[in-house]
T-cell receptor
Framework: GENVEQHPSTLSVQEGDSAVIKCTYS??????FPWYKQELGKGPQLIID?????GEKKDQRIAVTLNKTAKHFSLHITETQPEDSAVYFC???????????FGSGTRLSIRP | NAGVMQNPRHLVRRRGQEARLRCSPM?????VYWYRQLPEEGLKFMVY????????ESGMPKERFSAEFPKEGPSILRIQQVVRGDSAAYFC????????????FGEGSRLTVL
């Protein structure tokens, strides 16, 4: 069935180091892969997305890679800062209905 | 340009009562999605609506839950005869069209069932 798996569930990194979060998806027809950041008590905010016609996309300290053959995609945050601490969700579009389903989330903590 | 507006932000109901959650999408957006988030868990898809149409309700429980997005006014998620297990944060998101895929989320409505 439709599924997006996300790892790790928690991640703690030293300020200034890099953080990597990985996701896999099951639907071969998925063609849109967004990443959301959710701070405590807030709604998720889109931070970067990638479509299936590209393999990598970068926006300042954030980058996303996509491997369609292996059905996995990853979020990379470089030079982490305290304000990067939050829960991050990967997601994937499902079929032609544009339904978006989410991974279970990664709680990222940045150690000062 | 105002973002997605959800109200109420917090709602307390006793078991057996009804809960109504409202969502006004961003200006110009005609597609609305509802998600449920339990504490410390991810976002679970519930329903996808367009104006006056339910496009995909595969994530909606078969009983007690319903959703609508009328021609005029906000989208409504209605939960009848609430039970303690309905306690969660309910998020609404809107999108300008089906092809975009990009969702803009509201701040959520937190339902507590006593």
């Amino acid at each position: 069935g439709e599924n997006v798996e996300q790892h790790p569930s928690t991640l703690s990194v030293q300020e200034g180091d890099s953080a990597v979060i990985k996701c896999t998806y099951s639907d071969s027809a998925s063609n849109y892969f967004p990443w959301y950041k959710q701070e405590l008590g807030k709604g998720p905010q889109l931070i970067i997305d990638i479509r299936s016609n590209v393999g990598e996309k970068k926006d300042q300290r954030i980058a996303v890679t996509l491997n369609k053959t292996a059905k996995h995609f990853s979020l990379h945050i470089t030079e982490t800062q305290p304000e990067d601490s939050a829960v991050y969700f990967c997601a994937a579009s499902i079929g032609s209905a544009s339904k978006i389903i989410f991974g279970s989330g990664t709680r990222l903590s940045i150690r000062p | 340009n105002a973002g997605v507006m959800q109200n109420p932000r917090h709602l307390v109901r006793r078991r057996g009562q009804e809960a109504r959650l409202r969502c006004s999408p961003m200006k110009g957006h005609s597609h609305v999605y509802w998600y449920r988030q339990l504490p410390e868990e991810g976002l679970k898809f519930m329903v996808y609506l367009q104006k006056e149409n339910i496009i995909d309700e595969s994530g909606m429980p078969k009983e007690r839950f319903s959703a609508e997005f009328p021609k005029e006014g906000p989208s409504i998620l209605r939960i009848q005869q609430v039970v303690r297990g309905d306690s969660a944060a309910y998020f609404c998101a809107s999108s300008p069209n089906r092809e975009s895929g990009e969702l803009f989320f509201g701040e959520g409505s937190r339902l507590t069932v006593l």
